[in-house]
C-alpha cells in the first residue's frame, strides 16, 4: 500500500516568509509524528498527534512553529516568519496507534532552505 | 530521559566483509530500540526492532540486531556487507516507561557506512 507522502519536497523561501509543509499519514494510522533533520543536529522531535488526544508540542522549537491535523489524518506544519536557521529536513512519520512498541513509517520529507 | 548514542560517524568496510554499526543507549525503565537506514535525499527506512524477547533480532535486508542489556547496547550487523549498504544509519530509542503522550523515539546522530567495492 501507500507509503507516508509530503509535499512539496523541496521548498525553497526568503526570510520572513510563512510555509506550510503537509503530511499524508499511512491510511489507518491514527498516529502521526513531525521531525526536523538538520546537518549537524541529527532528528529532533517536533510535535505527535495521536487520535483526538490534545498534541504533544514539547518538540516545537519556538511559537513560530504550529501544526494541525484535521480529520485525523492529513497534516499541516506551519513556519511563521522563517528563520535561516529553519532551514533544514522536515520529516513526517506515521504509526498504527502510538504506542510505545509501535513502529514509526518515515515519509520522504520536505527540505526547507530559507535565503 | 532517553538518550541514544553512535559513537562512529562513519564506518568503512569492504564489500564482502561483515559489517557492525554500533549503538549505545540510556532510558530509566526498558528499552525499546529501533534501526532505520536513509538513503541519500530519502527519509528514513525501517529495518528492524527489538522489543522483548530474543537478544538477536533479525530484520530487513539480511540485517541483524544483538541487544545486550548489560553493555546497554543493540549494535547493527550484517554478516557480509553489499556496496548497496552504503547510507546513513540511525538508532533510536523509546522507553518503555515514558510518561503521558511522550511517545517519539529518541535518535542518535548517524552513522555513515560505505562499503567499498
Known amino acids: 500500500g501507500a507509503g507516508v507522502s509530503q509535499s512539496p519536497s523541496n521548498k525553497v523561501t526568503e526570510k520572513g516568509k510563512d510555509v506550510e509543509l503537509r503530511c499524508d499519514p499511512i491510511s489507518g494510522h491514527t498516529a502521526l509524528y513531525w521531525y526536523r533533520q538538520s546537518l549537524g543536529q541529527g532528528l529532533e522531535f517536533l510535535i505527535y498527534?495521536?487520535?483526538?488526544?490534545?498534541?504533544?508540542k514539547s518538540g516545537l522549537p519556538s511559537d513560530r512553529f504550529s501544526a494541525e491535523r484535521t480529520g485525523g489524518s492529513v497534516s499541516t506544519l506551519t513556519i511563521q516568519r522563517t528563520q535561516q536557521e529553519d532551514s533544514a529536513v522536515y520529516l513526517c512519520?506515521?504509526?498504527?496507534?502510538?504506542?510505545?512498541?509501535?513502529?514509526?513509517?518515515f515519509g520522504p520529507g520536505t527540505r526547507l532552505t530559507v535565503l | 530521559a532517553q538518550s541514544v548514542a553512535q559513537p562512529e560517524d562513519q564506518v568503512n568496510v569492504a564489500e564482502g566483509n561483515p559489517l557492525t554499526v554500533k549503538c549505545t543507549y540510556s532510558v530509566s525503565g526498558n528499552p525499546y530500540l529501533f534501526w532505520y537506514v536513509q538513503y541519500p535525499n530519502r527519509g528514513l527506512q525501517f529495518l528492524l526492532k527489538y522489543i522483548t524477547g530474543d537478544n538477536l533480532v533479525k530484520g530487513s535486508y539480511g540485517f541483524e540486531a544483538e541487544f545486550n542489556k548489560s553493555q546497554t547496547s543493540f549494535h547493527l550487523k550484517k554478516p557480509s556487507a553489499l556496496v548497496s549498504d552504503s547510507a546513513l544509519y540511525f538508532c533510536a530509542v523509546r522507553d518503555a516507561v515514558s510518561s503521558g503522550s511522550a511517545r517519539q523515539l529518541t535518535f542518535g546522530s548517524g552513522t555513515q557506512l560505505t562499503v567499498l567495492p
Open positions: 512519520a506515521s504509526s498504527l496507534w502510538g504506542g510505545s512498541t509501535d513502529t514509526q513509517y
Open positions: 498527534f495521536q487520535g483526538n488526544s490534545a498534541p504533544d
